[in-house]
């Protein structure tokens, strides 16, 4: 079992739809999740992080935590074709190290 | 200077080749990493330094040297390197210990070819 595991893409979505990612992780230790955004040929950068169960949103973006599940996941509202990009999970376990998923690609398609 | 700074940007070498891979982070973090990323695969951890100590070496092959003089700098030496490795690595830093961990801040990466 991987670590960090997040729903296989590609994820396509209409523009103005909400694009939903999910990631379940394996180590019930761990305290801090993140979410990034990466463009192609281009450095990962964080959009979001969450640390405690429930919702946080920002902007239009939405991370939902669920530590007894096991389960994070980012919202994306009215999505725009410059949201289409690779998204990564990111979990830090309490070893001190960031753990990332194979991320999933979404498109939004105008 | 701003976050996270990697030189160079783009770099091709031979296979008999020796260079090296600069990092440095304007953060105050005490954490570094380099990280792989061949085209179309995800991110694959290499090193990990915390506080300037190599905490993780995740089973990489021999002709990747890691050296970190400070918690500003990490270098990735690189020789006799395979056509293989060519990817993008990825340098970046965060802050914390063992106990936690904040989020990572990427530099821009080294595009390596390797001919």
């Known amino acids: 079992q991987k670590e960090v595991e997040q729903n296989s893409g590609p994820l396509s979505v209409p523009e103005g739809a909400i694009a939903s990612l999910n990631c379940t992780y394996s180590d019930r230790g761990s305290q801090s999740f993140f979410w990034y955004r990466q463009y192609s040929g281009k450095s990962p950068e964080l959009i979001m992080s969450i640390y405690s169960n429930g919702d946080k949103e920002d902007g239009r973006f939405t991370a939902q935590l669920n530590k007894a599940s096991q389960y994070v996941s980012l919202l994306i509202r009215d999505s725009q074709p410059s949201d289409s990009a690779t998204y990564l999970c990111?979990?830090?376990?309490?070893?001190?190290?960031?753990?990332f998923g194979d991320g999933t690609t979404l498109t939004v398609k105008p | 200077e701003t976050g996270v700074t990697q030189t160079p940007r783009h770099l091709v070498m031979g296979m008999t080749n020796k260079k090296s891979l600069k990092c440095e982070q304007h953060?105050?973090?005490?954490?570094m990493y380099w990280y792989k990323q061949s085209a179309k695969k995800p991110l694959e951890l290499m090193f990990v330094?915390?506080?300037?100590?190599?905490?993780e070496n995740n089973s990489v092959p021999s002709r990747f040297s890691p050296e970190c003089p400070n918690s500003s700098h990490l270098f990735l030496h690189l020789h006799t390197l395979q056509p293989e490795d060519s990817a993008l690595y990825l340098c970046?830093?965060?802050?914390?210990?063992?106990?936690?961990?904040?989020?990572?801040?990427f530099g821009q990466g080294t595009r390596l070819t390797v001919v």
């Open positions: 990111a979990v830090n376990t309490n070893a001190g190290k960031s753990t």
């Open positions: 970046a830093s965060s802050q914390g210990d063992s106990r936690a961990v904040t989020e990572a801040f």
């Open positions: 953060l105050g973090h005490n954490a």
């Open positions: 330094y915390n506080f300037k100590e190599q905490t």
